[in-house]
């Protein structure tokens, strides 16, 4: 597909509506033969090839201006082997395809948030998620890839062959090939106990110092996030999210404490089915619209981080702009930091950063709200 061509403008679209990059063509391929036909291509007419998975990514990396761009949308296939409790998934998946197809049998994956994510994309970069404390990162859990290197050649890595490639696609980005196939271990779905603890904005100080305390002893089946946020209905609040895979009952006494702090305006914790919990996000963060994100690890939340961003939140630029904190535990932070390309292995918090806008002109604002800037901080 060119320009010109019907079809071309959406095709070369990404999440976010800042990038609006003019690639020479796009190309989607429908087997692994296809892309190794699309990187030689590129490399023998000196063309830039850029690879679009999900095509979530709000940097935009997965268009580029006067190259190639190599759609894997169309690669959705999964082969799922019960027996040995692992999945070969197509590089095109998106979290939301991978989990209906895993789950269905029972078993899952650790993968992100935000269900419209790609499978690639989030793994390649590690992969924080709600199953990170039981079972580690999206990354931790690859346990093969097939790869297309720069010259053309298809490889497979695992840690049997090619161990080096596979300790870099764990978390080192999407720089070192187009990756195909990834091969996950599996583990067993149990029962998903989650929702929203919502609270007023009022109380935000108080409800982030609750968090800082209250996530340093979790069990590794719950994953606890905070944020301050504008909900559905128009109302500034601030807010914690919780989820527990595991025995129902023992996630509602390991969440007591998380409930009792309030009392809360609205408490939806309940048992849901997985894929709820999953795309419980997606609404938050729409295509289509301007974005403006930044993240950052903090060993510790001291107050002079809270007093910063709340600060800092209050003088957001538009209604959709919010923060999300996130704590890592358990399991991925007990693997060793030289293991995988992902090195920050030890219990953090990881701070997001999310402005978003609905218009072109309000751009400037929405690049100047920084809440995770040294100066917030000082």
């Known amino acids: ?193 989650g929702g929203l603890l919502i609270h007023p904005v009022e109380k935000a100080k108080d409800l982030l110092r609750f968090y800082r305390e209250a996530t340093q002893d979790l069990p590794d089946e719950l994953i606890v996030y905070a944020a301050m946020l504008t909900a559905p209905d128009g109302n500034v609040v601030s807010a914690m999210v919780a989820g527990y895979m595991g025995d129902p009952a023992k996630g509602e006494k390991a969440l007591a404490p998380i409930r009792a702090f309030g009392p809360p305006l609205a408490d939806t914790v309940a048992v849901v089915p997985f894929v709820q919990h999953q795309s419980m996000f997606d609404d938050a963060y729409p295509r289509g619209q301007f974005h403006y994100w930044k993240s950052g690890f903090l060993k510790s939340l001291p107050d002079e981080a809270i007093d910063a961003l709340i600060e800092q939140f209050h003088r957001r630029p538009t209604p959709q702009t919010h923060f999300v904190l996130e704590h890592m535990h358990g399991a991925a932070s007990r693997v060793p930091e030289t293991a995988t390309a992902f090195t920050h292995r030890f219990n953090h918090f990881n701070l997001g950063a999310f402005c978003i806008w609905d218009s072109a002109k309000d751009e400037d604002a929405g690049r100047k709200w920084d809440p995770i800037s040294p100066d917030a901080f000082t």
Request: with cysteine; aromatic share 6%; glycine share 16%.
């Open 1 to 193: 597909m060119q320009p010109g061509d019907a079809g071309y403008d959406e095709a070369r679209s990404v999440y976010n509506a800042m990038i609006d990059r003019r690639p020479v063509a796009v190309v989607r391929p429908t087997g692994t033969e296809d892309v190794v036909a699309a990187v030689r291509f590129a490399r023998e007419q000196g063309l830039p090839l850029s690879i679009r998975g999900g095509g979530h990514s709000v940097s935009g990396n997965a268009a580029c201006d006067e190259g190639v761009m190599l759609d894997m949308s169309s690669m959705k296939g999964i082969q799922i082997d019960a027996a040995s409790r692992t999945a070969t998934a197509d590089a095109g998946l998106t979290l939301g395809d991978y989990d209906k197809a895993t789950n269905a049998q029972n078993l899952v994956s650790p993968m992100g948030i935000v269900s419209r994510t790609g499978i690639a994309g989030l793994t390649l970069g590690g992969g924080m998620g709600w199953l990170m404390g039981k079972y580690g990162l999206a990354c931790d859990n690859l346990i093969g890839a097939e790869v297309v290197t720069a010259d053309g050649k298809t490889v497979r890595a695992s840690e049997e062959e090619n161990s080096d490639l596979l300790w870099g696609l764990r978390g080192g980005g999407g720089n070192f090939g187009v990756v195909t196939k990834f091969q996950y271990r599996l583990h067993p779905l149990e029962p998903m106990l």
